[in-house]
T-cell receptor
Framework: DQQVKQNSPSLSVQEGRISILNCDYT??????FLWYKKYPAEGPTFLIS?????DKNEDGRFTVFLNKSAKHLSLHIVPSQPGDSAVYFC??????????FGQGTRLTINP | DTGVSQDPRHKITKRGQNVTFRCDPI?????LYWYRQTLGQGPEFLTY????????KSRLLSDRFSAERPKGSFSTLEIQRTEQGDSAMYLC????????????FGPGTRLTVL
């Protein structure tokens, strides 16, 4: 039972444009959401998070939007840069302890 | 370097052998987590510790798996009688309960069981 889903395995975006990565979840008890970025041969690196009491959180080029009624969140990266090319994981907290991850989306930024 | 470290980074073993991985969390982080990641999937939770107490274990953690955090600092994950299905990246993460929910991950140990 995949409680966190990232339905796009890959996304290709032109440098300078906006990248939008999407994530859906099924468990209404999730109360905190995070995005991680992963380069090959490295562990996931924390990017940005959002509490379920908010609908938007912004940090520099990264903004996360949460739509609780739709059980959907998205990560916007603008402007996209070549160094943003990586696999992005959406994750949710269950019981404020263990993270439940999506399958990941591979983002490629083209020059 | 004050990040999470894991040792070894790569391990190749034959089926049936035992392996042990080590994780050193960020200093003073009181929570330590183990996850497993297979190709094309996100990390899956295995177990976590608060200080030296193991508070939760996933159903993924069969009897062949055991984890310890004896002094509340570093942790070890042992897999006995390895099987080919154990081949995966084993990730360790740590967090400080009073400083938000972010978990900080190490580089992982890639296990290949032949």
């Amino acid at each position: 039972d995949q409680q966190v889903k990232q339905n796009s395995p890959s996304l290709s975006v032109q440098e300078g444009r906006i990248s939008i990565l999407n994530c859906d979840y099924t468990n209404s008890m999730f109360d905190y959401f995070l995005w991680y970025k992963k380069y090959p041969a490295e562990g996931p690196t924390f990017l940005i998070s959002i509490s379920s009491i908010k609908d938007k959180n912004e940090d520099g080029r990264f903004t996360v939007f949460l739509n609780k009624s739709a059980k959907h969140l998205s990560l916007h990266i603008v402007p996209s840069q070549p160094g943003d090319s990586a696999v992005y994981f959406c994750a949710a907290f269950q019981g404020a302890q263990k993270l439940v991850f999506g399958q990941g989306t591979r983002l490629t930024i083209n020059p | 370097d004050t990040g999470v470290s894991q040792d070894p980074r790569h391990k190749i073993t034959k089926r049936g052998q035992n392996v042990t991985f080590r994780c050193d969390p960020i200093s003073e982080h009181n929570r330590l987590y183990w996850y497993r990641q297979t190709l094309g999937q996100g990390p899956e939770f295995l177990t976590y510790f608060q200080n030296e107490a193991q508070l939760e274990k996933s159903r993924l953690l069969s009897d062949r798996f055991s984890a310890e955090r004896p002094k509340g600092s570093f942790s070890t994950l042992e897999i006995q009688r390895t099987e080919q299905g154990d081949s995966a990246m084993y990730l360790c993460a740590s967090s400080l309960v009073l400083e938000g929910n972010e978990q900080f991950f190490g580089p992982g140990t890639r296990l290949t069981v032949l």
